[in-house]
């Protein structure tokens, strides 16, 4: 798997409150959030419970869903030994790809709670694997709005869970993808400002030509850059 990374404060946050990590099949992307400087505490716990945690690769499904339930615990651990932290949150979306089997496929096991994001790109066809768990989200799933009422809806930043929360149903997807694939990992900085199609546009480029994680995330900004932005794109 080879992969790009991008992170950027943006135009108008102080602070970077995302964080992520990657390896040779492991990606996690972070978006954190709390007052004072909770947010880049938590988002930073949830990766460094990831980077720590044993992976074997025996069982995908059960080690993304423990190391969320780690993380989690983590931070709830972490916010009630320090009151400044009480409340803080965090977004994570973490991949873990293994194979290629005897077909040359690969599989993408994605655990996932927030409104931080994963998409496949294969054919010519971006597809959004992970779902929101935000207000907005529910409401596009339920065909109450649609999807150009969601970029501007009032309640788009309400999530409906984060790590942090006092419960987690953490989403797990498992998905078959074929040599040369790009996955996709994205916090809110960037879907806020840059659409499907935009995205799109960028991943059909050239993938060893340029960082493309890299070009999303200068999109994001030149579109106004009004959150923290952090973009991993891989290919398999």
């Not at 716990?45 to 190391?67: I, K």
């Not at 309400?158 to 996955?183: C, F, M, N, Y």
């Not at 480029?205 to 794109?233: M, P």
């Amino acid at each position: 798997m080879d992969v790009r990374t991008a992170t950027d404060v943006g135009q108008v946050r102080e602070n970077n409150e995302d964080a992520l990590w990657v390896t040779d099949r492991i990606l996690v992307v972070c978006d954190g959030m709390g007052g004072h400087v909770a947010g880049e505490v938590a988002s930073d716990v949830a990766v460094t419970v990831v980077q720590t945690y044993p992976f074997q690769g025996e069982n995908p499904g059960e080690e993304v869903l423990s190391a969320i339930h780690h993380a989690q615990q983590a931070i709830l651990d972490a916010a009630e030994e320090n009151e400044d932290y009480r409340g803080m949150g965090s977004t994570i979306t973490l991949a873990m790809v293994s194979g290629p089997d005897e077909e040359g496929s690969v599989t993408l096991v994605v655990g996932h709670v927030g409104d931080s994001r994963c998409y496949t790109f294969s054919k010519g066809v971006l597809q959004q694997v992970t779902s929101d768990h935000s207000v907005v989200g529910e409401l596009l799933r339920s065909g109450t709005i649609t999807y150009a009422e969601a970029r501007s809806h009032p309640k788009r930043h309400v999530l409906t869970q984060v790590l942090g929360s006092a419960e987690i149903e953490v989403e797990l997807v498992t998905k078959r993808l074929e040599p040369g694939t790009i996955v996709l990992l994205c916090t809110d900085g960037l879907t806020d400002l840059v659409d499907d199609q935009q995205i799109q546009e960028v991943l059909e480029s050239d993938f060893y030509s340029s960082n493309l994680a890299q070009e999303l995330v200068d999109l994001a900004n030149e579109s106004g850059g009004v959150d923290n932005v952090t973009v991993i794109v891989a290919k398999v």
